[in-house]
């Protein structure tokens, strides 16, 4: 059983647009939903987390929007450059006495010139 | 400040041999992962030790063992190698729950022939 769904598998989005990345939970238990970045040959880092009593949070160009009752979040990407290409995944966890996370299955984003 | 460390990070083995694969954390964290990454399936979790002397089943644990050595290291040992075990293994290590930034190593590609 998939406890997070990642949509969509690929995108390709050209430079100065913005890249949307959606992901729908199922267990309501989760309260911590981060978002990690990976470029080619690299581990995963951490990029932006969100925690479910905000509906958004920005840093920089990046910003999750979270919708409690419809178990969604999405990570948006304003003004999309070629450095942002790399795989996306969404996660979820119910932190407090947790030592997992749960992933979704990647977005690989391509941002073209 | 190494962060978290991997070896080797290429290997090719072939179907029945054995093989250990390390991983090391400097950041005095508690807890520690295994991950293995297959194109279209995300990171699904092998094996992780929440602290030091425990160590639990992940989603795909079949056909792995682990060590928890010590604090800092935390091992995957393949005792007989298959075909369907040709990955991308990552390593991670996170200091306290998984409310905190879970980091990374850089991967081990390993190739079963």
């Known amino acids: 059983q998939q406890q997070v769904k990642q949509s969509p598998q690929s995108l390709i989005v050209q430079k100065g647009g913005i890249s949307i990345i959606n992901c729908a939970y199922e267990?309501?238990?989760?309260?911590?939903f981060p978002w990690y970045q990976q470029f080619p040959g690299k581990g995963p880092a951490l990029l932006i987390a969100i925690r479910p009593d905000v509906s958004e949070k920005k840093e920089g160009r990046f910003t999750i929007s979270f919708n409690k009752s419809a178990k969604q979040f999405s990570l948006h990407i304003m003004d999309s450059q070629p450095g942002d290409s790399a795989t996306y995944f969404c996660?979820?966890?119910?932190?407090?006495?947790?030592?997992?996370?749960?992933f979704g299955k990647g977005t690989k984003l391509s941002v073209i010139p | 400040n190494a962060g978290v460390t991997q070896t080797p990070k290429f290997q090719v083995l072939k179907t029945g041999q054995s093989m250990t694969l390390q991983c090391a954390q400097d950041?005095?964290?508690?807890?520690m992962y295994w991950y293995r990454q297959d194109p279209g399936m995300g990171l699904r979790l092998i094996y992780y030790s929440a602290s030091e002397g425990t160590t639990d089943k992940g989603e795909v644990p079949n056909g792995y063992n682990v060590s928890r050595l010590n604090k800092r290291e935390f091992s995957l040992r393949l005792e007989s190698a298959a075909p369907s075990q040709t990955s991308v293994y990552f390593c991670?290590?996170?200091?306290?729950?998984?409310?905190?930034?879970?980091?990374f190593g850089p991967g081990t590609r390993l190739t079963v022939l």
């Open positions: 950041m005095n964290h508690n807890s």
């Open positions: 991670a290590s996170i200091w306290k729950s998984s409310y905190n930034e879970q980091f």
């Open positions: 996660a979820a966890t119910r932190g407090a006495g947790s030592y997992q996370l749960t």
């Open positions: 267990n309501t238990a989760f309260d911590y």
